[in-house]
């Protein structure tokens, strides 16, 4: 008794994915160079350019793919001996798409839920409740074939979340999306993270959208890690800040001006201002919500910039 509870309460602390030393050596590219990552629960970005190694860590996680060195635990299972168990507990939305053209979303998830283990009835109802949380509620019974790129991501999403797993791998689930229907799915993560208390691991290769969402944020760049922390860190320490308000160049200078009066370096970048990172202890978002009152402007949005990915890749590339 005393050795089960000390056993789960160590398991309980243990992070939900942590990687040795991982290296992925194609011959031609190497897609990871030794990495060594920890990863806890709540939702985690992982962010990089194309071709960083981000969908490779994935595919290696998953046992998909065999490291050339290193190792990994995900949820305490080693990759190397438990690969089967691993994809069991694990939901995985691939990058690419997965889906037989030539049945309904329906069909599919239910199909999935089945094999999963699930009673018909179950699985059927696990399925329409799927379905209507991602948002394919009136396509359901139409062909995956033809749904748009925006509908195949849901459907993506969904078969990765039927069979409740213990943890779920996103790889780029908002590419091909227009402005809104990202927004959508970006929020849908996270409520797996927050609202379902499922940990995600999430790609994209735009750090901005990613760390709205994301507890934590791993960098990676041509293999490297780059960068592991917390967003809230993240953002303190290279996060500039972009400021919008309603009107032209007048309203955006009278802001500029008046921030920079209050002792912030910032200048405009088209219709926004771009806030530097303030001094320590500073609250950014009250001044500047006090400022814009003040001089009787209407805030349209703050929001952390999503041009300073490539600030933090020159900032931090000395591993070459
Ligand atoms: N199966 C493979 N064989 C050879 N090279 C690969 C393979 N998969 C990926 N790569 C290469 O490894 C690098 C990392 O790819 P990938 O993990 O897909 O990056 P990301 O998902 O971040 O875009 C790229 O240079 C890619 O071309
Ligand atoms: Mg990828």
Known sequence: MTADTSQSASVTAAPVIRTAGLTMDYGRVVALHDLTVEIDAGVTGLVGANGAGKSTLIKILLGLQTPTSGTAQVLGHDIA??????????????????????????????????????????????????????????????????????????????????????????????????????????????????????????????????????????????????????????????????????????????????????GLSCRPRGQLVTIDPPPDGLDVHRLVRDTVADLELALVRIQADQGHLEDVFTQGAHHV
């Open 81 to 262: 001996t438990a690969d089967d168990e691993i994809r069991r507990v694990i939901g995985y939305m691939p990058e690419h798409d997965c889906l037989p053209p030539d049945v309904n979303a329906s069909e599919f998830v239910v199909h999935l839920a089945r094999m999963s283990g699930l009673p018909a009835a179950a699985a059927r109802e696990r399925a329409a409740d799927i379905l209507r949380l991602v948002g394919l509620d009136e396509e359901r019974y139409r062909l995956l074939g033809g749904y748009s790129t925006g509908m195949k991501q849901r459907a993506k999403l969904a078969q990765a979340l039927v069979h409740d797993p213990a943890l779920v791998f996103l790889d780029e689930p908002t590419n091909g999306l227009d402005p809104a229907s990202r927004l959508e799915m970006l929020s849908l993560v996270r409520r797996i993270g927050s609202d379902f208390g499922i940990p995600v691991l999430v790609t994209s290769h735009l750090l901005g959208e990613l760390e709205k969402i994301s507890d934590h944020v791993v960098i990676l760049d041509g293999g490297h890690l780059l960068r592991s922390s917390a967003t809230s860190q993240f953002l303190d320490a290279t996060g500039s800040l972009l400021v919008e308000v309603l009107g032209g160049a007048a309203e955006r200078d009278l802001l500029g001006n008046a921030l920079a009066a209050a």
